[in-house]
Each structure stands twice: as structure tokens, then as C-alpha cells.
């Protein structure tokens, strides 16, 4: 069993930053890929990005990368998501997670454990 809770959101004006933590219980977190995805109102959950769990490995999806950057800290137990440049069109409720697999899926079904997500707003 994982449980996850993500910290960090918040209110930020376009161009600016945040970042997202989410912090896993367990001792097999290290063995779990990890994963973000973004829900914004009356949308669908959609793929962020994701890292494997040795960290070796991440994918992010075109509308982030370039600005996005996930990475994790197996000693600590928590995954990180680093978000620059904000637009708008990020605003969203950030979940994070963990997928025993450890490979990082796109896809939100192979996911095992969820956190309860953390709101990220940003104006123009």
C-alpha cells in the first residue's frame, strides 16, 4: 500500500513558477515509476509527465516540455515536479501516482495509488 499526498500548489501569475511535491508512504516507493497528470474543470485527467523508479528514465507530455521538470528523491520518498514559465492553459488539479510496474505509463488506467491532488492556478 502507497499513500500519497501532493503539497505545493497554489496562485501564480503567467510566466511564473511552482513547485509540486508529492510525498509517498511506504517502504516500496522506490520500486514505483511515478507519474503527474493535470484535471482541469470538465476535463478529462491528462497525462504531465513521469519517471521511472530508478529516475533514469522520464517523459513528459509536448504541451510541458521544455518548462516542466519531474524528478524524485528515493531517501525522501517524494517526487517532484518543477513547473516554469506557467500559462494559463496549466491551470488545473494536480495528482500525483505510483505505478508498481515502475515504468511510467501516459496512461492515468495503469496507475495503482492516487494522491488527492493540489490546485494550480494561474492568471494572465
Known amino acids: 500500500q502507497v499513500q500519497l499526498v501532493e503539497s505545493g500548489g497554489g496562485l501564480v501569475q503567467a510566466g511564473g513558477s511552482l513547485r509540486l511535491s508529492c510525498a509517498a508512504s511506504?517502504?516500496?516507493?522506490?520500486?514505483?515509476?511515478m507519474g503527474w497528470f493535470g484535471q482541469a474543470p470538465g476535463k478529462e485527467r491528462e497525462f504531465v509527465a513521469a519517471?521511472?523508479?530508478?529516475?533514469?528514465?522520464?517523459d513528459y507530455a509536448d504541451s510541458v516540455k521544455g518548462r516542466f521538470t519531474i524528478s524524485r528523491d528515493n531517501a525522501k520518498n517524494t517526487v517532484y515536479l518543477q513547473m516554469n514559465s506557467l500559462k494559463p492553459e496549466d491551470t488545473a488539479v494536480y495528482y500525483c501516482?505510483?505505478?508498481?510496474?515502475?515504468?511510467?505509463?501516459?496512461?492515468?488506467?495503469?496507475?495503482?495509488?492516487w494522491g488527492q491532488g493540489t490546485q494550480v492556478t494561474v492568471s494572465s
Open positions: 519517471i521511472s523508479w530508478t529516475g533514469g528514465r522520464t
Open positions: 511506504g517502504r516500496t516507493f522506490s520500486s514505483y515509476a
Open positions: 501516482a505510483a505505478d508498481h510496474r515502475g515504468l511510467g505509463s501516459r496512461l492515468p488506467r495503469e496507475y495503482d495509488y
